[in-house]
């Protein structure tokens, strides 16, 4: 029964919203400012929903940090962090489909063009 509670009260914390995506940022920790990364969410006329410093490895010693944000399209978001210094790691749009495969691509092809 208290579990259940838990949960309810996670639902209140993380409410589903349709009009929404998701993205995942890696930022040096003596980096990292939750006000710069909102104040590049907003550049792009979206809100900021959600910020949750997670635990989630790099590999790059990269603090990960899970964003969801007001647009179901996270494209515009994700080239505004990128210009504000954040590496992009994933996004996931509203309908669930990830743009990492489109990204690999993406730079294989920069890769590709630069030699």
């Known amino acids: ?10 639902g209140v914390l993380f409410p589903e919203n349709p009009d929404s995506s998701r993205l995942l940022i890696g930022c040096n920790p003596l980096d990292f400012a939750a006000s710069r990364i909102a104040h590049a969410v907003e550049d792009c006329d979206a809100r900021l929903l959600n910020l949750n410093v997670t635990s989630i490895e790099t590999g790059g010693g ?23 210094g954040y590496e992009v790691l994933s996004t996931e749009s509203n309908d669930g489909a990830s743009d990492d495969r489109l990204r ?11 030699l």
Do not use: F, T
């Not at 990269?62 to 504000?84: G, K, M, N, Q, T």
């Not at 690999?104 to 630069?114: G, N, T, V």
């Open 1 to 10: 029964m208290i579990k259940d509670d838990k949960m309810d009260e996670i």
């Open 62 to 84: 990269l603090l990960a940090v899970s964003l969801r944000i007001s647009h179901r399209d996270p494209d515009r978001v994700a080239r505004s962090l990128e210009r504000y």
């Open 104 to 114: 690999q691509r993406y730079d294989e092809l920069m890769k590709y063009l630069s």
